[in-house]
């Protein structure tokens, strides 16, 4: 018997398998929409959960797709820029902020995808006149291969405390001025106290002299009182020198020298010098390595210690230690004082120790400062000196004390290979006999420089002509440019300054002779002069043996021209 058929030709069992198929996908269909519709509420949930996270960040917090464009903000965001969150999602930094900002904001965004690093940064903002700051922080996106698809940023405003750090570097400026006007008060007090000292030597024996000379006062030796003139005007030069030693200008006539052989040679000058109840122990290294240095600015580190280790010892009786050595530096020094560590080498070192009062964790915070001194007659130059020579010779000064307990101060300079030149006096060399001839042309705008200058080249055998400024040393010389052998051209004047003048006169006379003189420092001017010209610079105040030591050394015995 046959099957019946369907409508459609179909038979019965056909048709109720397709209709028993139908109804199991409709019932995974149903199962999907389930799951995709249990999804879908995990995604809104996690969607609002993101955004209630990045609504509760106090900063403005965004993330953009690859394209620039918004797909999350959070409130902070949306009031920074001035519209509800809806009007932003969607849109790009275009379209609601200045275009300055945003074609700046973009290129950010384009450099970060590129590189794929985070991007720090502080952003300065002027809206309507006011400066607001912000410390931004943008960080890639990537998807699950590794691909940078977008941005996410966080931006905090830190305005209060940029405008707290400009009121901070506001006050330090002023309290710096402070200090500087009252440091340049009490370097004033105490430049003019030892000068007006010094000026009160100089008056008294000049008159003392003039008196003896004219004969009014015959118990009177002006030899001796002219000689007490001479070393107050030396004295007079050392205290400037310790000001360019503190400033580190000083010139350096550096030589390889030993330590030990600076402190031998001055054991007697330095008892002279020391408190009677002071013992003085020295433990000197006998073949002690030598140092670059220049002999001057040691001696004056070596006494400035050693006499600073005395007064600690006020009017009891105490022992001062003065030692001598070598050690390898490998790593930082504790106590090191100076604007950097000491390169790891061999150093050779002295070191002075007392037993005196000590100092108080103020004091020894400030003993290295310019114009700081304990002393009620001091200028507070020693010490701040002795920085800049120790500093200038590369080395370094370790500082040991507390209060009652002394002070130990270990000065450290790098050694050299080279052996050690003895730094001995020598016997005073008997007065040079040469004397130099033909025309000198003494240039300065000081009329005293040129009056006493003059009379010291008269003394050595010279005629002399004088200027006053540049443009009166160009004219003489336009007329005597064939007689003239040397110029003594003074490097600072008020209207041509002398390498001006040194130029128009090397136009006439290429083989022209010029000895420079300065009250600066060596250093301060070399930039504006060949080698040739300071090789022969002298340094005011300038005695007479060094002038005739410098004329020497240019004119030799050179035949005086003819004149004509």
């Given at each position: 018997m046959r099957e019946p058929l369907g409508p459609d030709g179909a038979t019965t069992e056909a048709l109720e398998r397709e209709v028993q198929a139908l109804r199991a996908r409709t019932a995974e269909l149903e199962g999907t929409l389930d799951r995709l519709a249990e999804a879908e509420e995990q995604v809104l949930g996690a969607r609002a959960q993101a955004q209630a996270l990045l609504d509760n960040i106090p900063h403005m917090a965004w993330m953009k797709n690859r394209r620039g464009v918004f797909l999350a903000v959070n409130e902070s965001f949306a009031r920074a820029c001035?519209?509800?969150?809806?009007?932003?999602?969607?849109?790009?930094?275009?379209?609601?902020?200045?275009?300055?900002?945003?074609?700046?904001?973009?290129?950010?965004?384009?450099?970060?995808?590129?590189?794929?690093?985070?991007?720090?940064?502080?952003?300065?903002?002027?809206?309507?006149?006011?400066?607001?700051?912000?410390?931004?922080?943008?960080?890639?996106?990537?998807?699950?291969?590794?691909?940078?698809?977008?941005?996410?940023?966080?931006?905090?405003?830190?305005?209060?405390?940029?405008?707290?750090?400009?009121q901070r570097q506001?006050?330090?400026?002023?309290?710096?001025?402070?200090?500087?006007?009252?440091?340049?008060?009490?370097?004033?007090?105490?430049?003019?106290?030892?000068?007006?000292?010094?000026?009160?030597?100089?008056?008294?024996?000049?008159?003392?002299?003039?008196?003896?000379?004219?004969?009014?006062?015959?118990?009177?030796?002006?030899?001796?009182?002219?000689?007490?003139?001479?070393?107050?005007?030396?004295?007079?030069?050392?205290?400037?020198?310790?000001m360019l030693a503190y400033s580190g200008r000083a010139h350096f006539d550096v030589r390889p020298l030993s330590l030990t052989d600076l402190v031998l040679d001055m054991t007697h000058l330095l008892g002279s010098s020391l408190s009677k109840k002071a013992q003085v122990h020295y433990d000197l290294m006998p073949e002690l390595p030598a140092v670059q240095a220049d002999i001057a600015q040691l001696?004056?580190?070596?006494?400035?210690?050693?006499?600073?280790?005395?007064?600690?010892?006020?009017?009891?009786?105490?022992?001062?230690?003065?030692?001598?050595?070598?050690?390898?530096?490998?790593?930082?020094?504790?106590?090191?004082?100076?604007?950097?560590?000491?390169?790891?080498?061999?150093?050779?070192?002295?070191?002075?120790?007392?037993?005196?009062?000590?100092?108080?964790?103020?004091?020894?915070?400030?003993?290295?400062?310019p114009f700081f001194t304990t002393k009620f007659t001091g200028r507070g130059l020693g010490l701040s000196a002795v920085q800049g020579i120790v500093r200038g010779h590369g080395g370094g000064i370790v500082l040991r004390t507390a209060?009652?307990?002394?002070?130990?101060?270990?000065?450290?300079?790098?050694?050299?290979?080279?052996?050690?030149?003895?730094?001995?006096?020598?016997?005073?060399?008997?007065?040079?006999?040469?004397?130099?001839?033909?025309?000198?042309?003494?240039?300065?705008?000081?009329?005293?420089?040129?009056?006493?200058?003059?009379l010291l080249l008269r003394d050595l055998g010279f005629d002399v002509l004088s200027a006053g400024s540049g443009r009166d040393a160009i004219a003489e010389f336009e007329l005597h440019a064939d007689e003239i052998r040397v110029v003594l051209l003074d490097v600072t004047m008020p209207d041509l300054s002398g390498d001006q003048v040194l130029d128009a006169l090397r136009q006439r006379r290429a083989d022209l002779e010029v000895l420079l003189c300065s009250g600066y420092a060596e250093d301060e001017i070399k930039e504006r002069f060949s080698n040739r010209d300071m090789a022969s610079f002298l340094q005011k105040p300038y005695t007479r043996q060094a002038?005739?030591?410098?004329l020497e050394h240019l004119l030799g015995t050179a035949p005086r021209p003819a004149r004509g």
């Open positions: 001035g519209h509800p969150k809806t009007a932003i999602l969607g849109k790009t930094d275009r379209d609601i902020w200045p275009l300055e900002h945003a074609e700046k904001y973009m290129q950010d965004d384009q450099l970060l995808m590129a590189s794929g690093e985070k991007f720090l940064a502080e952003e300065r903002i002027v809206e309507g006149g006011d400066v607001k700051w912000f410390e931004t922080l943008k960080t890639p996106i990537r998807d699950t291969r590794g691909l940078v698809v977008g941005t996410v940023g966080l931006a905090r405003d830190i305005t209060e405390r940029k405008q707290a750090e400009e506001l006050l330090e400026r002023r309290m710096q001025e402070t200090q500087k006007l009252e440091s340049l008060g009490v370097l004033a007090g105490g430049i003019a106290h030892d000068f007006n000292n010094l000026l009160v030597s100089v008056l008294t024996n000049a008159e003392l002299a003039l008196r003896a000379l004219s004969g009014a006062a015959h118990e009177t030796d002006a030899s001796e009182r002219v000689a007490d003139i001479r070393n107050a005007a030396l004295h007079a030069a050392e205290l400037t020198n310790q001696r004056q580190v070596i006494m400035n210690l050693i006499t600073n280790a005395s007064d600690a010892l006020g009017d009891r009786a105490g022992v001062i230690r003065v030692r001598t050595g070598a050690e390898q530096v490998r790593a930082t020094l504790a106590d090191l004082y100076g604007p950097s560590p000491l390169a790891p080498a061999s150093y050779a070192f002295l070191e002075v120790a007392d037993d005196g009062c000590g100092m108080s964790e103020e004091t020894r915070a400030r003993l290295f400062e209060l009652g307990q002394g002070t130990t101060i270990k000065v450290l300079l790098p050694c050299t290979d080279k052996p050690a030149r003895r730094a001995l006096p020598q016997p005073s060399e008997p007065a040079s006999s040469w004397t130099g001839s033909g025309l000198v042309l003494m240039v300065d705008d000081d009329p005293r420089v040129r009056s006493v200058t003059e002038l005739q030591a410098r």
